[in-house]
């Protein structure tokens, strides 16, 4: 044991646990200046970056920081930099050929910042996922989707997929499909939206609400009430523009036809026959049909 305690303090005071110890602390203070200097370069120019560029350019400036003293760290502990290059080069080599996903993933981070199709904050519809984008990292889009679920997408589906920003613009267009009886006026069915569209305080009058009679449907006439938005209003005004056509449809003895069939056997041929049977009649008819003989027709 006290071989043990002597050789260590033996080595407390060797150069190379000085060295160990100063590298140690050029970490630690890399650590704290990194930080401090992207966050205050932030404060600085955030006036001047929307959200992305601005967690771009802090990690940017974070990891070059640090970089720089773990460089000087391990310089204090005797490593070479050209022998550090050296080994970087073959380990990055070595990393790419490993995990040609990942390397695939980080270019197409770099072509989606730089594209800026979106930005965080904004919603977009990836395939059947729609949410709020969280971050745009290196290897993947993370989304929040409305029923504040965490998504992560990686860039490479991003950039091969069909990616709709619902949010670029400051408005959108509501599209309501109606159905009406074909018993309806439609022109009465086209004032009655429209006051219903001019009503609604979400609502926007320009551009004008647009009215579409979009064909004969298997049960119906088919019609489409187009109205405009701002964004941040549109799924509140499509809940209560539902609600109030219907409101506005009882009102007027507008009818919302449901799906139904009819028979058409042409003009020339006979009508056909219905005959309406209580259930007193019904039940003598099945009776009289089982007590017929074995073999019997039921002619009707």
């Not at 219903?196 to 009430?225: I, T």
């Not at 539902?242 to 449901?258: L, M, N, S, Y």
Request: net charge neutral; hydrophobic share 45%.
């Amino acid at each position: 044991m006290d071989e043990i305690i002597a050789r260590l303090i033996a080595f407390t005071r060797s150069d190379l646990a000085v060295n160990i110890f100063k590298a140690l602390i050029l970490v630690i203070i890399g650590f704290a200046v990194s930080r401090l200097v992207s966050a205050s370069i932030m404060r600085a120019v955030r006036r001047y970056l929307d959200a992305q560029q601005g967690m771009l350019l802090r990690k940017v400036i974070y990891y070059l920081l640090l970089s720089l003293f773990v460089v000087s760290a391990l310089r204090e502990m005797g490593f070479s930099l050209g022998a550090l290059l050296g080994a970087a080069g073959v380990f990055t080599v070595a990393i790419g050929f490993a995990s040609q996903t990942s390397a695939s993933n980080l270019i197409s981070g770099i072509f989606l910042i730089g594209e800026r199709s979106f930005q965080i904050g904004d919603f977009i519809k990836v395939e059947d996922t729609t949410g709020e984008v969280l971050s745009i990292d290196l290897l993947s889009v993370k989304l929040r989707t409305l029923d504040n679920l965490h998504v992560r997408i990686p860039n490479e589906t991003m950039i091969k997929s069909e990616v709709t920003n619902l949010t670029k613009f400051p408005i959108r267009r509501v599209d309501l499909k109606v159905g009406v009886a074909y018993k309806e006026d439609i022109g009465k069915v086209r004032r009655v939206l429209l006051s219903v569209a001019d009503k609604n305080p979400l609502c926007l009058e320009e551009p004008k609400p647009r009215f579409y009679f979009l064909g004969f449907g298997d049960s119906s006439l088919d019609l489409q009430f187009s109205v405009w938005v701002k964004k941040e209003n549109f799924l509140d005004l499509r809940t209560s523009m539902h609600e109030e056509i219907k409101a506005a449809f009882d009102r007027e003895g507008i009818e919302i036809p449901f799906p139904h069939l009819s028979i058409y056997t042409g003009s020339v041929t006979e009508p056909m026959p219905i005959a309406i049977i209580n259930k007193k009649k019904m039940t003598e008819m099945v009776e009289d049909e089982q007590t017929l003989p074995q073999g019997g027709e039921n002619t009707l």
